[in-house]
């Protein structure tokens, strides 16, 4: 007879690295939002003592593809919390990810990309700022943080 261990294991008990990847997709980046959502909120009751934790606070590192990788900098590097993630990334996809046009070829036959990339530069520009930082601070400034991007 086999016998299972039920509990899962919880993140705040690793004496490993604890690694979070994110997958790009655009619009569907946010699908791994709601997920890690989800972990978090596991994790808060597991340790109602902790408070609601930061992803940041959890992840020793955390990483991604596209806008995987957008996600992890929101994360890590600015620390914000999985909702203040969600509302950012919710406001950033509507802009960035709105149809230029409907036809992929112009008159003259070029083609042409299905989004803006200077709405995208922009607002990503917009995230950063908006957080205290500066769009010319670099990821490893010096500081001393338990979660690398």
Same mark, same amino acid.
């Given at each position: ?41 596991? &994790? /808060? ?11 940041? !606070? ?6 991604? =593809? +596209? ?39 112009? &008159? /003259? ?11 995208? !530069? ?6 950063? =700022? +908006? ?19």
């Amino acid at each position: 007879m086999l016998l299972f261990n039920t509990s899962t294991p919880n993140a705040l008990d690793t004496t490993g690295l604890c690694l979070l990847s994110l997958d790009g997709g655009g619009v569907r980046g946010l699908s791994s939002l709601y997920i890690l959502k989800h972990l978090m909120t596991q &994790l /808060s009751r597991e340790r109602p003592e902790l408070g609601q934790v930061k992803p940041c !606070e959890i992840f020793d590192l955390i990483g991604g =593809t +596209s806008t995987g990788g957008l996600i992890a900098i929101m994360l890590g590097r600015l620390e914000m919390s999985v909702d203040e993630c969600i509302d950012r990334y919710i406001k950033l996809i509507s802009t960035v990810f709105e149809k230029k046009s409907r036809w992929p070829v112009s &008159l /003259s036959g070029n083609i042409r990309s299905r989004f803006d990339a200077t709405k995208l !530069e922009s607002a990503i520009k917009d995230v950063v =700022t +908006s957080h205290g930082a500066e769009e010319t601070d670099l990821f490893n400034d010096g500081c001393e943080r338990g979660c690398r991007v």
